[in-house]
Each structure stands twice: as C-alpha cells, then as structure tokens.
C-alpha cells in the first residue's frame, strides 16, 4: 500500500494497492468511509495510477460530495433505532432511557454507552429474527456473532454460525428482518443461485424493497460516530 495525494481543491488521499489479479488500474470509492483506493497490475508504474485518477478528478470529487456527513453521536444529535429518528438527551442518571422520540444516556461517555446498549438491542432483535426464520426453515444455527462491518450486513459461516452488522438496529426492521432470512437461508444453500432466492422469498416473502433500500440507504446507517 502506499499513500499519495491528488492535488485540487479539496486535497484528495488516494490509497495505491497492487495485486497480482488485476489486469488495468482501476478506481473504487468506498460509500462508507470514502476513502479512494486505485489498484495497480504488478507490473504497472505508480504515475500511470496516479495519472489516471487525475484524469477522474472531477468524477471523484463529484462522488466525495454526495457522500452523506458525519455524524457524532452526542448530546442534542439525532439518530435512527429501529428506524425512526430520536433525539439524545443526556442524563443524570446511570441508565440509558428510551421513549418515543427521545434517548436519555448518562453524560460521560455518551457515545460508548449508546453503543454498547444498541448492540444489545440488536441482539435481541436478530436473536428472535433468526429464530423465526430458522424455525421456518427447520435448519439449526450455531451462534449469532455481531460486528461493526463495512463490506456486509452479515454472513453465514458453513457450520452454521451468523454474524451481523449491529448497525441494522438503526435501520427499519423490515430491513433487519430480512436480513436475518437472508443469511439463515444460507444454512441451506451456501450460494446466491435461484434456489438460494426462492428460500428467500419462502421465508421471508418479497424483498426487493428492503434490497433497494440497503443498496440507496444503508451507507447512510455508518455516518453515525459513536
């Protein structure tokens, strides 16, 4: 890896990665974090990548600009659970505190503590999706894992463990749910084939409104900063 700059207005940091698959230099723009990784052929010079992305400069710069902000999570900011904004409030208490439209977390360590608490809301949640849909499915799981991940909002091991992004607490939980049916129906079909979809939709019901919706929506759920 090596880090180089594209000069302008703003500054842009470009990551240079090389790998030994690819065949052409080519661009990518997280939606998460946007960071600006070029990958390069082994055998390509590092000002043939980094020509290249100058000549992408205003793609890249237009991309950077629609990217949602930052969010820290403090006292008097909003924040989706389960789908519906809430505003923080701090409290004098020792104990977070949750009603419609208002969270109340003890003032030192605002962000740690919320985020300790939604992950177990999240637990809860996933736990009892899983359940209902691996009882659907007549098929066992091993353990539920979850993780701050950025490429995936879960996944299914081949003995049968699911791991999930905590952060599917902050979306609606129709999107929770199928996400939960989408990787308990991995514990039958370890791929993405029709019959993988069919399973799906057996244990779900349709689901390319909540696919939409993480394809336009679920960056935004990492723009909170805990």
Not at 60 to 87: F, T, W
Request: charged content about 30%; glycine content about 8%.
């Amino acid at each position: 890896m090596a880090e180089h700059v594209l000069p302008g207005a703003p500054p842009v940091a470009l990551t240079l990665r090389r790998s030994g698959r690819a065949r052409r230099i080519s661009l990518r723009i997280s939606r998460l974090d946007g960071r600006v990784t070029l990958t390069l052929p082994s055998g390509a010079k590092e000002a043939e990548a980094l020509e290249f992305a100058a000549s992408k400069a205003e793609w890249i710069r237009d991309h950077l600009d629609k990217r949602p902000e930052e969010a820290p999570v403090q006292p008097g900011a909003r924040l989706p659970i389960e789908g519906r904004m809430c505003r923080i409030v701090a409290a004098r208490g020792r104990r977070i505190t949750y009603r419609e439209g208002e969270i109340c977390v003890p003032q030192d360590g605002v962000g740690r503590r919320l985020q300790a608490w939604l992950r177990e809301l999240a637990r809860d949640r996933l736990t009892s999706a899983s359940d209902l849909y691996a009882g659907r499915l007549g098929r066992d799981y091993k353990r539920i894992t979850l993780r701050d991940t950025r490429s995936r909002w879960g996944s299914c091991t081949s003995d049968g463990g699911l791991m999930y992004s905590w952060r599917l607490i902050l979306a609606p939980p129709e999107i929770l749910n199928y996400v939960a049916a989408h990787e308990v129906a991995h514990l039958a079909e370890m791929n993405h084939s029709p019959a993988f979809w069919a399973t799906v939709e057996r244990l779900h019901g349709p689901c390319n409104a909540e696919r939409r919706w993480l394809r336009k929506e679920g960056a935004t759920l990492h723009r909170y900063r805990f």
